[in-house]
């Protein structure tokens, strides 16, 4: 992180926002076309066979509009962080390099790259979060027995 560049947080932002419409357009594709089989399915003499693929259709798209939920949930914490807003200590919305590399604390989107750099978005639930929350830079902070040092917050 070269901490006068503050254009990396809105660009983790933005990718994170494009993780995020891609999940929630996969979800409503995948329950759009689990819909139409289960409308497709026509009735046979094998009454049985037309229930349980019905059964499997609207089973199938239950389980999509789960996911489409939880990537709604994930685009509205999301908005709830301004990316040009600086940070000082590690919270929502925080860009934070450690000696364990570079963390947008955010939500879970794993692995991003900018400028050929690769960062973490992870939520401010994710244990490595939890355990650098609060922390300033030059501070260090224990997380799975090893210590890790924050080199930067912005």
């Not at 070269?2 to 990396?8: E, H």
């Not at 600086?86 to 955010?106: H, K, N, Q, W, Y």
């Not at 929350?133 to 501070?139: H, I, T, Y």
């Amino acid at each position: 992180m070269a901490g006068t560049n503050q254009l990396i947080k809105p660009r983790l932002h933005a990718a994170c926002l494009t993780y995020v419409q891609q999940r929630i357009a996969a979800a409503t594709q995948a329950m759009q076309a689990a819909q139409e089989s289960a409308n497709s399915e026509t009735k046979s003499s094998a009454g049985d066979k037309y229930e349980t693929g019905r059964a499997m259709a609207q089973e199938e798209r239950n389980r999509n509009a789960v996911q489409l939920r939880e990537a709604q949930n994930l685009q509205a914490e999301l908005a709830r962080i301004n990316p040009e807003q600086a940070c000082d200590s590690v919270r929502p919305g925080a860009l934070v390099e450690t000696s364990m590399g570079g963390f947008f604390i955010s939500i879970s989107a794993g692995k991003l790259a900018v400028d050929g750099k690769d960062y973490f978005a992870v939520s401010a639930a994710a244990p490595v979060a939890v355990a650098l929350s609060g922390k300033r830079a030059g501070e260090e902070a224990m997380f799975n027995g090893k210590v890790v040092r924050i080199i930067e917050v912005q």
